[in-house]
Structure formats: C-alpha cells, structure tokens
C-alpha cells in the first residue's frame, strides 16, 4: 500500500460532537485535543513523515470571546502538557500562520516547541495556527515586493517553485491527502496553494470520536485513488491508451 508522505487534516465537528452529548463547545475542544494526541501516534505508527492540522484559523477570531480564549487555553496547555513526549517520541513541531499579534505567551510558546523538537525527524508535526491561506498568499506576495524592492527578486523570473519558498510551508511537501471530518465538503481557506493536486478524504465521525481506525481508513481510501497531476498515468501512456 502506498503510504502518503503528507497528511494534513482539518479537525472538524468538536462543538456538533459536543452539543449532541449536551456538553459544553469547550467540551467538544477538549475531547479533540485527546483525538489529536491519538492521531499523532497513529501518523508515527504508520510511517507517514509529515501530518498538518488546522488548529485556528484566521476566522476563527471571530468566534465568541470565551470560546476563542478556550481555544487558546487549549494550545498553552497541548504544548505545556505534550511537548516532552512529542520530544521524546522524535516529533518535530512546525507552526504556520501569522505570528504577528498573537499574545507573547502563545508565541513564546509556539517558538519554544519548534526550537526544541528541531532535530527530531521520525515525524513532522505542522500546526496551523492562526492560520488562512489567502492570508498566507498575500504574506507571500507582500515578502516578495519587498525582496523586489531591495533587488533580491526578480518578478520576471519568478516560478512556482520560488513563489512557494516565500509561503510558511517553505521546504514542506504538499501534502499527499487532505482529511476532513464531521461530513462537511470543503476546504475552508486551508492550503489553497499547496492542495492543489491532493486527494481528498471526508468522513462523516466528528473530529473527537476520531480514532487510528479512521485514520487507517483514510490511508487506504488514499492507496486506492489513481494520481495524475494532470497528466495522464505513466504505464497508459506507455500503451498508447486513449482517454
Ligand atoms: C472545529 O470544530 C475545530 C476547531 C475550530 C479547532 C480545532 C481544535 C482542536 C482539535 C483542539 C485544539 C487543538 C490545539 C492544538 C489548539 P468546530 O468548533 O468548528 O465544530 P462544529 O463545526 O461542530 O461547531
């Protein structure tokens, strides 16, 4: 079975999961954050190099206060409560997003957990925190007017390949497969850029019912799909198929 290098998941359904149980969002957030602890194991278990997951996005903030600052609370305590294991089980933490604005706790926090897992390699874990792609885009965008501005880059020139070297997944591979649970069906601002040719994989669970049984799932719905990038599958060509 072919494994994905990359898998990048947008956690969804923790406030459906929780007000089906009649609990509070908070709750909900808390019993993802257990599924999350799980899914990392799973992703090491399976020899998958890189797992992304959404965590806050940019739109988040306008969530209700006491529920924004939950989540907040939530990503202190992940970091306060996991970072030794994550060290000690060979995780490197990655975070994406914008960092400017973010309370100096939080970022203090976010920059302490890269610095110490930076070495680690069994597995690569990318947060996407106060995360947006379009957000993202124009961070880029903007990095390369100023780089422009001072000579460094020349705009006729730029490829692809440079444009994504100024996105926060600079020498991250695009991920392979992108999971979504609770049932919906879209993307919600998460890697425009980099999913661009990913397989998609929406399961109906909610995020904190989420277990390795899912994500092993996800994986073989994955090995069963037939990536093109556009192009047309080596050994068709090679037969003179036609479409
Ligand atoms: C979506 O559920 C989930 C989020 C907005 C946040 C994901 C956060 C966690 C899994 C816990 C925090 C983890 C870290 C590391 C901070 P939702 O609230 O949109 O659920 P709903 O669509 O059912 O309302």
Not at 46 to 61: D, H, P
Request: proline share 4%; with cysteine.
């Amino acid at each position: 079975m072919s494994t994905p290098e990359h898998v990048a998941i947008i956690m969804d359904g923790n406030g459906r999961w929780a007000k089906s149980r009649g609990l509070p969002r908070v709750a909900g957030h808390r019993a993802g954050v257990e599924a999350l602890r799980k899914t990392v194991r799973a992703a090491a278990d399976q020899g998958v190099r890189w797992l992304t997951v959404y965590a806050f996005s940019s739109e988040n903030w306008s969530r209700p206060k006491s529920e924004v600052s939950d989540l907040m609370g939530l990503l202190k305590l992940f970091i306060r409560r996991d970072l030794a294991e994550l060290h000690h089980s060979g995780v490197r933490v990655k975070v994406i997003g914008e960092r400017d604005g973010l309370a100096p706790d939080i970022a203090a926090l976010l920059e302490e957990a890269e610095s110490l897992t930076s070495n680690n390699r069994k597995l690569n874990l990318v947060i996407a925190f106060n995360y947006g792609g379009r957000d993202e885009i124009v961070r880029a965008a903007r990095k390369i007017a100023e780089a422009t501005l001072r000579g460094e880059v020349d705009p006729r020139s730029l490829s692809q390949e440079d444009f994504a070297g100024f996105l926060d997944t600079a020498g991250i591979p695009d991920p392979d497969l992108v999971v979504r649970t609770s049932g919906e069906q879209r993307m919600s601002n998460f890697l425009p850029w980099q999913s661009g040719y990913s397989e998609l994989v929406f399961l109906s669970c909610y995020w904190p019912e989420f277990t390795a049984e899912h994500f092993n799932d996800a994986l073989r719905q994955y090995a069963s799909r037939e990536r093109r990038f556009g192009g047309r599958m080596p050994q068709d060509v090679e037969r003179g198929v036609a479409s």
